[in-house]
């Protein structure tokens, strides 16, 4: 065997790196990743403010009894304080709930509807009773001090059906 007297090494060229990535234009992947974040972000605003919406009502009604029951610790009126809490409660139902569901009750009906969508007896049973039949008669016989806390307690816990 002859060896050669040439070096096989000599013969090879350098190594040509490829040009570098540039940062622009992205990639089919980053596109489509940022398109669904840029997705989830306006989903999630848009739940955001369904939530928000729903909840001003009842954010509403609270402001709206917190602010009775300011005025009633003033100048205690509590006849007129009853009636304004009743239409109250009937302005927050009906935001509530359907108008062909809430807007004909009366008496014992309304008082059961109230029963069943703030999930308690006190309407039927309780004190809430004034709310019925007896909401307008010259001179019934009611604590409201008793209700103010049954009121917020049925807005607050009352859910929604729209």
């Known amino acids: 065997l002859k060896m050669s007297a040439e070096n096989p090494l000599a013969n090879l060229k350098d190594i040509h ?9 992205p990639a089919l992947g980053w596109w489509i990743l940022a398109v669904l974040f840029i997705l989830l972000i306006v989903l999630c605003a848009w739940w955001l403010h369904q ?20 005025k009633h610790d003033k100048s ?17 139902a009906l935001s509530f709930y359907q108008q ?29 009773k004034i709310f019925g039949k007896n909401l307008y008669q010259p001179e019934p016989d009611f604590d409201i001090e008793v209700l103010f806390p049954l009121v917020s307690k049925w807005v607050k816990e009352c859910p929604y059906q729209s």
């Open 100 to 128: 062909e569901e809430v807007a004909s009750l009366q008496g014992e009906e309304w008082l059961k509807f109230l029963d069943k969508t703030g999930q308690t007896t006190e309407f039927t049973l309780g004190a809430g």
């Open 51 to 70: 939530r928000y919406e729903r909840g001003r009502p009842r954010i509403e009604a609270l402001r709206i009894l917190k602010d009775l029951q300011e």
């Open 17 to 25: 790196l490829p040009p570098t990535v540039s940062w622009w234009p």
């Open 76 to 92: 205690p009126v509590a006849l007129t304080t009853l009636r304004t809490l009743s239409q109250l409660l009937r302005r927050t």
